[in-house]
């Protein structure tokens, strides 16, 4: 039985389409492996096993009848994170505000996994409304990650990677409007993309950085990231950014990348991302990771994108400034939180006291961030500023991507730190998205792999692959002829502790 | 706030200081659907029935813009001979209200859809002004909140309030005037005419309910005075909740005479928000604000920018209507009116009513007779608009069309309007319940003339020895018997047939 | 250096209605001076030939047709709140001027 959660989506689904295993007991091994681990790895803040079985029998159903299966996925259960809406179940964005909340809505992602088939196991820890790197700023309590539970998983989406890295789910829904999909992935040793901004739909993500914000997909293999992206992806009319073009071919891509042939393939390394700040041994298993490249028959050049070091600054002006404005609707008056209601107050000072109630120390440092950015008089120097640096980052992309197919990169400059340890050095903890955030700006999509373990901590390594926007097959042609090369780095993480 | 203003007179104003006004104009869009979502625009409906996630401001939800109300926008635009922008996007408007579900109005700040147009605006007198218009963008309406408790049921006092968000995401254009300098006495009258004009043009558009006394049209007044002959303007007051034509030129009246006392007394004026009070005509000041209001704008991420091709912007042209100042020029050369009359016909609110009513069959003569004259009367004395009252221009040309084929009388017509007015229904089914048709069967008036002769025989020998005018008497008691419905030219003639006269 | 002070931090919460604490004021306020001196490196590059970007795609002109969708029934729209009250949010009073 606990076999079924050591097995890929792919493999996974081809199981239950053949008939071999059941849907529903599928989602019941990943469901009593949630139950043996989740204690200590703590990665989901809600577990839906009624729901999730539910789907699972539904496909079972069909498949008893000879219908053909909703999707590629169907029956494979996966791991949702707490920021898309899902109707009826609680959806809290790791934020106390929104505790008890039941949306009386699903968001288009979480309607597309149900029409897939794919059972959806719960909801995933984060850093509150996905502001972090490290899913402590959640207000449930930090996850662990399960190659030291005394380590950080990444952040914000430390929920969904973890419960890749732990077998509590095969496949994961991630968000990342710095990074909160891959350096999650890198520092678990599991998969994550960024797909280019508009190919996965926003509506029923609950916005942190509108501009910024993009859900992906997470699994343990370059293939069933592939096969998630597109159940997720494609055009959606109630999200006004989602771009209205054919999802790019990304399973076939990762099919014939994982042939194993990079000829013809132009890789750029940018030389921006490295130096001061880069750990030893992620340094030393990114020049591998490029050796392999080369191996593999990929044309290695290394580009400089001058401007990526703007990235950052821009970066945490931006996404403040529209998450003071996002998170401006948590007031109190219409759905979640709501303290000092005892009649001496006014509507306007129950507001004060709730949001005060109900944020987390980030969060706030992150409404006042971006509230002074956007104030008069300051406008320009700080708003205005990071969005030409946006422009400028753009243009570099432009420029590398006429030289070269896709960039590349470690995904963090350091591999998994303690728990606590940056907690109180917002400036330190930013540093971890240092290489992610150019990809956020721009719109391109992004991919992490896992790229082996440090050296010196035996901890995970991410390559970062970089492409242009609606290229998102190139990320995955890439990425698994990488990883087949490379081989599975999981692998070497042994059994959980609380699990024998 | 109970503190009476000290007020000047009026004559000494406009002696004295120069106003400048600044009208801000706000439309409500009778789309179909709300500006960012697919909940019915529609006035009333239960409480939080025409609301969805995008209207309710929930977590996730996203904005996807009404094109039709984009195309609304841009019609406006030019209609107010405005230029189109090439490309302009939506912004943020931040601040925090409780009606406000996402506590920022999408709104437009510095690239609206439309801007540098203007209007020509016909004075009660003929004279024409022409008003400049800085700019029309596109925005979305708050829910609206009910004050519980307190004294007066108003936001003062109340212990809470409770919010229906149906009216939150209703497309608003907010049409904004360049300052409108050199009025004069004239000022009120021309601010009142702006808004007349603005909202017949929006009327004739067919873009609005324009209903001021349900909000679908809203005017804010800004009024400033300036020394005469002085070029710096003075401060200003925005006064807010002015929800009738009337009222708009009450309010510019009342702060230009509020103004004038205290600059006239060496104070100065402190720029603020007021709100016009219909009992009294008075404006009264609002919470004055702790700090400044700092809306920290910022383009809209969640829609993307509109970049209205000329193309789409010429056939957008082609389909504004003719607009009512052009149609009032064409109706007076076509019907061929003097000034007069048309000034009249302007003036009570009658030429679309009376056009329509030619439409429906009757002369332009007699449709402006009945709408300038008795109708305008009815209105006056109900205390309603002409346009407002309960009767149709078919109804109205019915009428016409019953007098002129002898069927009703005029004193008859009128009562049967009387019967429409009331709401007796058309007017065929009025004159059938009051039972007022013109009797013109001659059988039945022929008995009514035998029974006359037969119960004054003197009289009817002296008409049969040529006294004629003697019957005068019978077609009296005919009248009198027929309780007035019958044709007295007919009962003559018929009286002087049957005594062989 | 930025040198946010502590009432320009108060004032920011104001803005951003959070009733902060003294002792958070303090740490907001080293922290925030900290953050905005660091950030303020876009302005080395941000020259005023670079036109901003807003938006990541370069998408314009996306309308809906002006159709009437389901939305949510009166129960569902309230099933979140705090408070209800005749069909109705139930807030406690506000301040200040009818919109």
């Known amino acids: 039985m606990s076999d079924l959660t050591r097995l890929t989506a792919a493999e996974l689904a081809d199981k239950i389409h053949t008939g071999e295993v059941s849907a529903a007991e599928t989602t019941q091994a990943h469901l009593d492996r949630i139950a043996a681990v989740d204690g200590d790895v703590h990665a989901f803040l809600h577990v839906d096993a009624e729901g999730a079985l539910e789907a699972a029998r539904a496909v079972d159903a069909d498949i008893a009848a000879g219908t053909a299966p909703a999707s590629p996925l169907a029956g494979v259960p996966l791991a949702l994170k707490d920021v898309l809406t899902t109707k009826g179940v609680p959806t809290t964005c ?122 992906g997909p997470c699994g343990r293999t370059v293939l069933d990231a592939a ?76 580009v400089s994108c001058p401007n990526f070091t703007y990235a950052l600054p821009a970066y945490y002006l931006i996404a403040p400034s ?81 030289q070269v197919d896709v960039l590349v990169s470690p995904t963090t400059p350091v591999t998994p730190f303690k728990l606590g340890e940056k907690v109180d050095d917002p400036l330190a903890m930013y ?56 081989g599975p780095v999981l692998d070497k993480l042994g059994e959980l502790e609380a699990s024998k | 706030m109970t503190t009476t203003a000290e007020l000047m007179d009026y004559a000494e104003v406009v002696e004295r200081y120069d106003p400048v006004l600044g009208l801000e104009v706000h439309v409500e869009l009778s789309t179909n659907t709300k500006m960012f979502c697919g909940c019915p625009n529609s006035f009333g409906g239960d409480p939080n029935t025409h609301v969805c996630p995008v209207c309710l401001g929930l977590p996730g939800a996203l904005p996807v813009v009404n094109g039709t109300a984009v195309e609304s926008a841009i019609r406006i635009g030019l209609a107010l001979n405005c230029d189109i922008a090439e490309w302009c996007r939506f912004a943020r408007k931040n601040y925090f209200y409780p009606d406000m579900p996402k506590n920022f109005q999408t709104s437009q700040y510095d690239e609206p859809i439309a801007f540098d147009g203007y209007i020509d605006v016909v004075l009660d007198d003929g004279e024409v002004v022409r008003v400049d218009i800085e700019r029309a963008h596109m925005e979305e309406d708050t829910g609206k909140s009910l004050h519980v408790g307190g004294a007066t049921g108003r936001i003062h006092g109340a212990e809470h309030s409770l919010l229906d968000y149906n009216r939150a995401g209703v497309p608003l254009i907010e049409i904004v005037t360049k300052p409108i300098t050199g009025m004069g006495e004239r000022a009120p009258e021309v601010a009142r005419a702006y808004v007349t004009a603005l909202r017949d043009l929006l009327r004739a558009m067919d873009v609005s309910d324009v209903r001021m ?12 005075l300036m020394p005469k002959g002085a070029s710096e303007f003075g401060t200003r007051t925005e006064t807010k909740n002015v929800n009738s034509l009337r009222s708009v030129e009450r309010a510019v009246r009342h702060e230009m005479t509020r103004h004038a006392a205290i600059l006239a007394d060496g104070g100065s004026i402190k720029q603020e928000t007021r709100h016009f009070q219909e009992a009294d005509g008075t404006t009264a000041a609002g919470r004055t604000k702790e700090t400044a209001e700092d809306y920290r704008y910022f383009p809209e991420p969640d829609l993307v920018p509109i970049a209205p091709t000329r193309e789409w912007v010429e056939q957008l042209r082609a389909t504004i209507p003719e607009m009512p100042w052009e149609r009032r020029k064409r109706i007076q050369d076509d019907w061929n009116l ?18 329509a009513t030619v439409d429906a069959g009757a002369t332009q003569a007699d449709a402006r007779s009945w709408w300038v004259q008795y109708l305008n009367q009815q209105a006056t004395s109900r205390e309603t608009e002409l346009a407002d009252l309960a009767i149709t221009p078919a109804q109205v040309a019915r009428v016409i069309e019953l007098v002129g084929s002898g069927e009703l009388t005029n004193k008859l017509a009128r009562q049967v309007v009387d019967g429409v007015l009331d709401g007796e229904g058309d007017p065929d089914q009025v004159i059938e319940k009051r039972g007022l048709k013109v009797v013109s069967d001659d059988s039945a008036l022929l008995a009514a003339v035998d029974e006359a002769l037969a119960a004054q025989p003197d009289v009817a020998d002296k008409i049969r020895g040529g006294k004629v005018q003697a019957a005068g008497a019978i077609v009296g008691a005919v009248m009198k018997a027929t309780k007035g419905q019958a044709d007295a030219a007919r009962v003559r ?9 | 250096m930025s040198n946010i002070s502590r009432d320009e931090v108060a004032h920011l919460a104001k803005l951003a209605r959070m009733a902060v604490t003294e002792e958070e004021l303090d740490t907001f306020a080293g922290q925030l001076d900290q953050i905005l001196d660091a950030v303020a490196k876009v302005g080395e590059v941000a020259g005023d030939d670079i036109p901003p970007t807003s938006h990541a795609v370069p998408l314009t002109n996306v309308f809906r047709p002006d159709e009437v969708r389901p939305g949510l029934s009166q129960d569902e729209a309230l099933s979140g709140a705090p408070a209800a009250e005749e069909g109705r949010f139930r807030v406690p009073r506000i301040l200040g001027e009818e919109q």
């Open chain 1, 94 to 215: 790791g934020s106390k505000t929104l505790e008890g909340w039941l949306p009386p809505y699903d968001a288009t992602v979480t309607r597309r996994l149900r029409e897939a088939g794919v059972p959806i196991l719960g909801k995933t820890n984060m850093d509150e409304f996905a502001m972090g790197s490290s899913t402590e700023n959640s207000a449930y309590g930090p996850t662990r990650n399960p190659w030291d539970l005394g380590r950080i998983p990444g952040g914000s989406g430390g929920g969904s990677s973890a419960s890749l890295a732990a077998y509590e789910a095969p496949l994961a829904i991630g968000t990342d409007t710095g990074g909160s999909i891959r350096q999650p992935a890198a520092v678990t040793a599991t998969v994550g993309v960024k797909p280019t901004y508009g190919g996965v739909s926003r509506y029923g993500l609950v916005a942190f950085s509108s501009s910024l914000d993009q859900a």
């Open chain 1, 227 to 302: 096969l998630l992206h597109e159940v997720i992806a494609g055009h959606d009319p109630m999200d006004a950014t989602s771009v209205d073009a054919p999802v790019p071919a990304v399973v076939d891509a990762a099919r014939q990348g994982a042939r194993g042939d990079l000829s013809g393939v132009k890789v750029g390394v940018v030389r921006e991302f490295s130096g001061e700040g880069y750990q030893g041994g992620v340094l030393r298993s990114f020049e591998t990771a490029v050796a392999q490249l080369k191996e593999l028959g990929a044309e290695v050049v290394e």
């Open chain 1, 322 to 402: 529209e998450c003071s404005s996002n998170l401006a609707r948590f007031d109190a008056m219409r759905y979640g939180l709501r303290v000092a209601d005892d009649g001496s107050h006014s509507a306007e000072e129950v507001m004060s006291l709730t949001r005060e109630e109900g944020f987390g120390a980030e969060v706030k440092r992150r409404v006042m961030l971006g509230t002074y950015a956007l104030s008069s008089g300051y406008y320009d120097a700080y708003y205005g500023s990071a969005q030409k640096v946006r422009t400028l980052i753009t243009r570099d992309f432009a420029a590398a991507f006429e």
């Open chain 1, 431 to 486: 540093l971890n998205d240092i290489c992610s955030i150019p990809a956020n700006l721009a719109g391109n999509a992004a991919m992490s792999v896992p790229s082996g373990l440090s050296e010196e901590d035996g901890l995970p390594v991410g390559l970062q692959i970089m492409a242009p926007a609606l290229a998102d097959d190139r990320l995955y042609r890439v990425g698994a002829a990488y990883e087949a090369a490379r």
């Open chain 2, 213 to 224: 006394d349900q909000g679908s049209l809203r005017c804010d007044a800004n009024v400033s």
């Open chain 2, 338 to 355: 003097t000034d007069e009359e048309l000034r009249d016909l302007v003036n009570t609110g009658a030429i679309d009513l009376v056009a």
């Open chain 2, 493 to 501: 003639e018929l009286i002087l047939e049957r005594v062989g006269a």
